[in-house]
């Protein structure tokens, strides 16, 4: 139905400095509170993708692994040839030394 008189609106009665500092206050709050979730939110996204990284290279890690392990070997094979084309290089020089006489000092 119609009133007759507009409602009663008790901060009329306020005074307009309380009015801003209760406005500014929640402004300040509302900011804050917005800073807070950002920060937040950051925090999360860097977990998140940390996490993400982390098993990432946990499969990486173990083909590097296998590639180091495999690197390592083939290394070492060859190292066992050289080792041996030089002893038996060396041998041969030795066995014809010793054939021929030829004695170095």
Same mark, same amino acid.
């Given at each position: 139905? $119609?009133?007759?008189?507009?409602?009663?609106?008790? =901060?009329?009665?306020?005074?307009?400095?309380?009015?801003?500092?209760?406005?500014?206050?929640?402004?300040? $709050?509302?900011?804050? =509170?917005?800073?807070?979730?950002?920060?937040? =939110?950051?925090?999360?996204?860097?977990? !998140? &993708? !940390?996490?993400?990284?982390?098993?990432?290279?946990?499969?990486? =890690?173990?083909?590097?692994?296998?590639?180091?392990?495999?690197?390592?070997?083939?290394?070492?094979?060859?190292? &066992?040839?050289?080792?041996? &084309? &030089?002893?038996?290089?060396?041998?041969?020089? $030795?066995?014809?030394?010793?054939?021929?006489?030829?004695?170095?000092?």
């Amino acid at each position: 139905m $119609y009133r007759s008189s507009p409602p009663d609106d008790s =901060r009329s009665s306020a005074s307009p400095d309380s009015d801003e500092k209760v406005k500014d206050s929640a402004a300040k $709050y509302e900011q804050e =509170r917005i800073q807070v979730l950002q920060q937040e =939110r950051v925090h999360v996204q860097k977990k !998140t &993708f !940390t996490k993400w990284c982390n098993s990432f290279l946990e499969k990486v =890690r173990i083909c590097i692994s296998l590639a180091f392990v495999i690197f390592n070997f083939m290394f070492c094979v060859h190292l &066992f040839f050289y080792l041996i &084309f &030089f002893l038996s290089l060396s041998f041969l020089l $030795y066995c014809i030394v010793l054939q021929f006489g030829i004695f170095c000092i």
